[in-house]
């Protein structure tokens, strides 16, 4: 007949320490990831709403140049007769 040996308390208590220092661990492990993703989706959405202003920039900038466009070819067409 074999005897299982129950690990002393002592035994016990380092590995709950442990196991504590591991969770603290994954802890500030996923806070980090959690602070840098709201840092990153932050700037993305900085980034996004600066290409959208300068998608309307394009756009205006775009009609703008396609009305005088138009009036100059037409002054040209005249100029030629």
């Not at 002393?8 to 591991?22: A, S, Y």
């Given at each position: 007949?074999?005897?299982r040996v129950q690990p002393d308390f002592g035994m016990k208590m380092r590995l709950r320490?442990?196991?504590?220092?591991?969770?603290?661990?994954?802890?500030?492990?996923?806070?980090?990831?959690?602070?840098?993703?709201?840092?990153?989706?932050?700037?993305?959405?900085?980034?996004?709403?600066?290409?959208?202003?300068?998608?309307?920039?394009?756009?205006?900038?775009?009609?703008?140049?396609?009305?005088?466009?138009?009036?100059?070819?037409?002054?040209?067409?005249?100029?030629?007769?």
């Amino acid at each position: 007949m074999t005897m299982r040996v129950q690990p002393d308390f002592g035994m016990k208590m380092r590995l709950r320490k442990e196991r504590e220092r591991r969770q603290i661990n994954i802890d500030q492990a996923q806070n980090a990831l959690d602070a840098a993703r709201r840092r990153h989706d932050q700037e993305a959405a900085g980034i996004q709403a600066k290409i959208e202003d300068l998608e309307k920039q394009s756009r205006a900038e775009e009609a703008r140049w396609g009305e005088e466009r138009s009036k100059l070819e037409a002054a040209l067409r005249r100029a030629r007769g």
